[in-house]
C-alpha cells in the first residue's frame, strides 16, 4: 500500500494496511499524498473552532510517514532499535500551531496506535520512541490518559486549537488533564452552569483530584 | 323435567332481546322457526310469559318433548345447530334521534401563565446560529438539532439551549410554545395533539398570536461546526 492509499484508506474507512518492508516512498507517492492531506486539512477545518491555523504541508506529510512507518514496525517485529531509529525520526521542523494542527490530521490516530504497541510489548523500544514523539504533540495525544504534557504553551497561545483541546479533553472525560491550571477554567467555562447535565461526574471527580 | 323449550316465528326474532341475558340460554333455527331451549323448567319470569311463543315443551334427560300437563311425550327434540343467545342476538347501540351540531368554530388562544418550564427551543437568525457555533464548546453543541427557513430564521432544539437572542419555546407534547404562555385552557393541549394528527417526531410550534406551523422532524439535522457554517440560504 504506498503512503497515498494509506491516508485515504486511514481518513475513509479507519482501517489500514502497510508493506511488508521498509523501502523509501516515491516521489510521486509523496506528491499526491500531499494533495490528499491538503483536501483532509480543507474538510476538517470546517469542524474546528474559530479560526484554524494556516496549513503546514511539511508537519503533515511528515506526521503521516511516521504513523506509516510506526505501523510497520508494530508488523515487523524483526527489525531492531537502531532500524526504528533511524525511520522513526522526530519532527525537525519548528513548533508552531499551524505544524501542530497539520501532524494532527494523522496524529490523532496515534493513542489507538500507543494502545497497541503497548499490547505487544511494553518495554519495546518501539512504545519508547513513540513515547518521546507523542510528548511532542499534546494536541494529537488530548484524549489519551497515558501521555500528559505539562506544557501546553504552544496549543494555549492560539485560539482554535485552545478551544478543540478543551473539547477532546472534555470528550475523553479526562479529569487529570482538565484539572490543569490553565484548562480548569477553560473546562468550566465550556460547561457553564450546565455541568449537572453536560458531565454529572465532573466536580465530584474534580474535589477527588484536588 | 331438565328444561323448557319454545319455538317463536323468526318475525318475533325481536322479542328475544328482553332475555337475551338469561344464562345458559341457546337457539337454534329450523325452517321459519326459532327454537330457545335452556329454560329452567319452573320459572316464573313475567318476561318469558310475555314471549310470542308459538309452541311451548318440556324436555327430559332424552330430549323427548312434553305439552305441559302431558304425561306422553309428544316429539323427540330434532338435531339441530344450537348457538348461544349472546352471540345470536348483536346488540345495537343506539343513534341520537337529534345529534347536535356545533355552532362556532373554537379559536385557539394562549395567555400567560406564572409556572415557567425549561425551555426546549430557540427561534433565532442564522446569523446568530453561526456566529454561536462558530466558537461554542462542542459538548454545547453535541445536545442540539436545527432546523433553518428559507428567511433565514433557525429553530434550535435541545438542552441546555445556546445563549444567543432569540424567542424560546417550551415543550409540551410535541408542541412548542413561546416560553410564559400555554393554551387557554390548558387542557386542549392533548386535543390540539390528537386534531392535528402530528408524527411522533414531529413538532408544532405555536406563536404568540396562536398561528402554528409543523416543523416535520426530517427537517432537523445534528448540529456540528461544519453543518452550521454550510447551512446557507437563498
Known amino acids: 500500500m504506498t503512503l497515498t492509499e494509506f491516508i485515504s484508506s486511514l481518513i475513509n474507512k479507519g482501517d489500514v494496511t502497510v508493506a511488508p518492508a521498509i523501502v523509501p516512498f516515491d516521489p510521486e507517492d509523496l506528491r499526491v499524498a500531499g494533495i490528499h492531506l491538503k483536501q483532509y486539512y480543507d474538510d476538517d477545518s470546517t469542524e474546528m473552532p474559530g479560526q484554524v491555523p494556516p496549513y503546514d504541508p511539511t508537519a503533515a506529510l511528515w506526521a503521516a510517514s511516521y504513523l506509516y512507518r510506526a505501523i510497520q514496525f508494530i508488523q515487523l517485529r524483526r527489525l531492531g532499535e537502531m532500524e526504528i531509529k533511524l525511520h522513526l525520526q522526530l519532527f525537525s521542523g519548528t513548533q508552531t500551531p499551524s505544524a501542530a494542527y497539520s501532524a494532527d490530521l494523522i496524529l490523532r490516530y496515534m493513542p489507538g496506535l500507543f494502545k497497541l504497541a503497548r499490547g505487544l510489548s511494553p518495554e519495546d523500544p518501539l512504545v519508547k520512541e513513540l513515547e518521546i514523539m507523542a510528548a511532542q504533540w499534546p494536541f494529537s495525544l488530548a484524549g489519551s490518559k497515558d501521555i500528559v504534557t505539562d506544557d501546553l504553551s504552544l496549543i494555549l497561545q492560539h485560539p482554535s486549537l485552545k478551544m478543540a483541546y478543551i473539547d477532546r479533553i472534555i470528550h475523553a472525560r479526562n479529569i487529570r488533564k482538565c484539572s490543569h491550571p490553565a484548562c480548569l477554567p477553560l473546562v468550566q467555562e465550556a460547561l457553564g452552569a450546565h455541568a449537572d447535565i453536560l458531565w454529572p461526574e465532573f466536580e465530584i471527580d474534580l474535589t477527588a483530584h484536588i | ?234
Open chain 2, 1 to 234: 323435567m331438565k328444561e323448557m323449550i319454545i319455538v317463536l316465528s323468526m318475525a318475533d326474532i325481536s322479542a328475544l332481546g328482553s332475555i337475551r341475558t338469561w344464562p345458559g340460554l341457546r337457539v337454534a333455527i329450523a325452517g321459519d322457526d326459532i327454537w330457545v331451549r335452556g329454560i329452567p323448567p319452573d320459572t316464573t319470569q313475567t318476561q318469558l310469559h310475555k314471549l310470542p311463543a308459538k309452541r311451548t315443551f318440556l324436555a327430559d334427560m332424552q330430549e323427548r318433548l312434553f305439552l305441559p300437563g302431558k304425561h306422553t311425550p309428544h316429539d323427540t327434540l330434532k338435531k339441530m345447530s344450537w348457538e348461544a343467545i349472546a352471540s345470536f342476538i348483536k346488540v345495537e347501540l343506539p343513534v341520537s334521534a337529534m345529534p347536535a351540531t356545533p355552532n362556532n368554530r373554537y379559536t385557539v388562544r394562549l395567555s400567560p401563565v406564572t409556572h415557567t418550564a425549561e425551555p426546549f427551543a430557540i427561534l433565532t437568525t442564522l446569523q446568530h446560529w453561526k456566529t454561536y457555533a462558530d466558537t461554542a464548546p462542542l459538548i454545547r453543541l453535541q445536545r442540539l438539532s436545527f432546523a433553518v427557513c428559507e428567511t433565514g430564521e433557525v429553530l434550535v432544539i435541545g438542552t441546555p439551549l445556546p445563549p444567543i437572542p432569540g424567542n424560546v419555546f417550551t415543550l409540551q407534547d410535541h408542541i412548542l410554545l413561546p416560553a410564559g404562555y400555554d393554551f387557554d385552557p390548558p387542557a386542549i393541549v392533548q386535543f390540539i395533539s390528537s386534531v392535528t394528527k402530528t408524527e411522533s417526531d414531529t413538532l408544532l410550534l405555536f406563536h404568540m398570536d396562536a398561528q402554528w406551523e409543523k416543523i416535520p422532524g426530517t427537517s432537523f439535522v445534528r448540529a456540528s461546526r461544519s453543518a452550521i457554517r454550510l447551512t446557507n440560504t437563498f
